[in-house]
């Protein structure tokens, strides 16, 4: 029995761990022969694929203002508190994450696009609009 590209994908995301294929490693493509690559679901749908590229693309953008508002806001705030230390120590932690956050979305949104692009060009998809790569804002 050949694990589905998504159950594989999912068991990978929740654990971190190679998923084993007919006691192999499911990261060990040589392992894999071209016949379980084909019975692999493979599904792509372009419309779904524009829209989660969109969000993507958008929310790299917002994690950007985020941080230049927060930091800005920040920076010309009279705010001298227990408070105001709490959250300025919080901030500084965060906003690494957060532009971590960032260059995930738009790596996500890079390879949603490429997916994209791919998929319509195999397909012989000719009105279907390019997706262009996207880079984080920082």
Same mark, same amino acid.
């Given at each position: 029995?050949?694990?589905?590209?998504?159950?594989? #994908?999912?068991?990978?995301?929740?654990?971190?761990?190679?998923?084993?294929?007919?006691?192999?490693?499911?990261?060990?493509?040589?392992?894999?022969?071209? %016949?379980?690559?084909?019975?692999?679901?493979?599904?792509?749908?372009?419309?779904?694929?524009?829209?989660?590229?969109?969000?993507?693309?958008?929310?790299?953008?917002?994690?950007?203002?985020?941080?230049?508002?927060?930091?800005?806001?920040?920076?010309?705030?009279?705010? %001298?508190?227990?408070?105001?230390?709490?959250?300025?120590?919080?901030?500084? %932690?965060?906003?690494?994450?957060?532009?971590?956050?960032?260059?995930?979305?738009?790596?996500?949104?890079?390879?949603?696009?490429?997916?994209?692009?791919?998929? #319509?060009?195999?397909?012989?998809?000719?009105?279907?609009?390019?997706?262009?790569?996207?880079?984080?804002?920082?």
């Amino acid at each position: 029995m050949t694990a589905s590209l998504a159950t594989l #994908a999912t068991t990978f995301a929740t654990t971190g761990q190679p998923v084993p294929a007919q006691g192999r490693l499911a990261t060990d493509r040589a392992a894999i022969t071209d %016949e379980e690559l084909l019975d692999m679901s493979l599904q792509a749908d372009l419309d779904t694929l524009a829209a989660l590229y969109d969000t993507l693309s958008n929310n790299v953008q917002l994690c950007h203002d985020i941080q230049t508002t927060t930091d800005s806001s920040l920076a010309s705030a009279v705010w %001298e508190s227990p408070n105001a230390e709490a959250f300025r120590a919080a901030w500084e %932690e965060f906003r690494p994450k957060l532009m971590a956050f960032e260059d995930a979305l738009a790596a996500g949104a890079t390879d949603v696009a490429n997916n994209h692009n791919n998929n #319509a060009a195999a397909n012989g998809v000719t009105d279907a609009r390019q997706l262009a790569p996207v880079a984080p804002v920082a």
